[in-house]
């Protein structure tokens, strides 16, 4: 152990070398060039209404992402975990997709699915529905590119539990659903927890699918991505990294959670 200390010297300070230009100094900017102009002007470009509502609802599109997927990731880990079907494999792997399609082809299949001239979009015309360009686009994609994430941190769990548990509390008289309630999902808290902080932090910096379906329409359907893109394009560089700067925190703040948690888990379990 010593050993290895003594040795970490140069290897630690080429990963340092390497991650300041990559990671550390790109963060580090946002935050020098928000507060250039001093508080009062960070404050200032916060207070915009088209900034406050471009966080407002980029914060609520999260939030409902997060617990809607907590709930329909949940229940796919539990259908793929506990269940052997054929095409169990095939249906794993396109619960997955999502990770490896590029965002903006997925807003785009949303548009050619949903949109005025998509295969279900033209049937929903005449009665005067249309989900993209709207909130509803919006959550649509949020829900479809982050849906393999509690997947991923809650099937693993499932995949442990000792079925005795199960079989235990069959055996005393407990149904399908207090067995779920009462023995499984207590164990699952911790990728509970983690599956939806990621979800959470994925969708709060969604932008490709979500560019593709919401138009990109000030103080209806612009998130806080959206703002940044907009205001850089219009030169209003303060206002895009006050923006920024708030996403750039809140992310700090979701894995600072995260880093806790798992901490503290891998301590009770040693």
């Not at 790109?26 to 915009?48: M, N, Q, W, Y």
């Not at 249309?130 to 919006?138: C, I, K, R, S």
């Not at 023995?183 to 990621?198: C, D, M, N, Y």
Request: aromatic share 12%; charged share 10%.
């Amino acid at each position: 152990m010593i050993g290895r200390r003594n040795g970490a010297g140069i290897p630690v300070g080429l990963l340092v070398l390497v991650l300041l230009p990559l990671i550390l100094m790109p963060i580090a900017a946002v935050f020098v060039f928000a507060f250039r102009g001093g508080p009062g002007e960070f404050l200032k470009a916060l207070r915009t209404e088209d900034a406050q509502f471009a966080l407002r609802f980029s914060l609520l599109i999260a939030f409902l992402t997060a617990a809607i997927n907590a709930v329909l990731g949940t229940w796919a880990a539990y259908v793929l975990a506990k269940h052997r079907f054929r095409g169990e494999r095939p249906l794993a792997i396109a619960i997955n997709l999502p990770v490896a399609i590029p965002t903006v082809v997925v807003g785009t299949s949303l548009l050619l699915l949903w949109g005025p001239i998509g295969l279900f979009g033209k049937l929903l015309a005449p009665l005067g529905l249309q989900p993209m360009f709207t909130p509803a686009g919006v959550l649509l994609a949020h829900l479809f590119v982050t849906f393999p994430y509690m997947l991923g941190a809650v099937k693993p769990l499932l995949d442990e539990l000792e079925v005795t548990y199960e079989e235990a509390a069959y055996t005393l008289g407990a149904g399908r659903w207090q067995t779920f309630r009462y023995v499984i999902l207590p164990a699952l808290k911790g990728g509970l927890f983690s599956g939806t902080l990621l979800t959470f932090a994925h969708s709060l910096g969604e932008f490709g699918a979500t560019v593709m379906v919401s138009g990109n329409l000030r103080l209806r359907t612009q998130t806080a991505p959206l703002y940044i893109f907009a205001q850089f394009e219009a030169g209003k560089v303060a206002q895009a990294n006050a923006v920024a700067a708030v996403l750039a925190a809140l992310s700090f703040v979701i894995f600072f959670f995260l880093l806790r948690y798992s901490g503290t888990t891998g301590k009770e379990r040693t």
